[in-house]
């Protein structure tokens, strides 16, 4: 009698990201991870959360899901509600976005608490045109042109964590 051969385990082929397109939205978008440093009230932990947030935007921009943006940022912070409020409203009905992704290649803060409280940080953000999708992959409305801002980001660390207080262009 031979003995019976074990199978051997075929493994699980990880899921592939898909950037958007007219063909569907964005699938297997890789969620992001906020870094061990970014849980620190230092100058490095300051700029890795910074980092962290963006990442959080552009998940939300590919996804439409900013539960992870709203639970690191206030909700006191204007801008930010607005810019949450138009990627849910956005994302309705079956509809998606393509593009839109956000880089940081500046970034700086001197690392000072200000008298409220917050911490500055100045960035310039690049963001590549966003085109917006229906079902069918027809334009519902006419696509956006990429961007190339200064802001300042506002945060603060509160009970062992950063949070952005508020964001908004430089002008």
């Known amino acids: ?25 964005a699938q297997n978008v890789p969620v992001p991870v906020l870094p061990e440093v970014a849980k620190t009230e230092t100058k490095e932990g ?10 959080q935007l552009n998940y939300a921009y590919q996804t439409g899901d900013v539960a992870g943006l709203d639970a690191v940022t206030s909700p006191n912070c204007d801008y930010c509600s607005k810019l949450t409020a138009s990627l849910t409203t956005n994302y309705q009905g079956g509809r998606w976005l393509a593009g839109g992704k956000i880089t940081t ?16 940080v100045i960035l310039q953000v690049l963001q590549s045109p966003v085109i917006y999708y229906e079902t069918g992959g027809k ?32 002008r």
């Open 1 to 25: 009698m031979s003995p019976s051969a074990t199978p051997t385990p075929t493994p699980t082929p990880s899921a592939v990201y898909k950037p958007a397109d007219a063909s569907g939205p």
């Open 46 to 55: 300051l700029e890795a959360f910074t980092h962290y947030w963006f990442e």
């Open 105 to 120: 290649p500046v970034s700086t803060t001197s690392f000072e608490r200000s008298s409220d409280g917050n911490f500055q």
């Open 139 to 170: 334009e519902f409305r006419t696509a956006s042109d990429g961007s190339n801002t200064g802001n300042v980001l506002l945060a603060n660390f509160v009970n062992g964590a950063w949070r952005v207080n508020d964001l908004h262009p430089i």
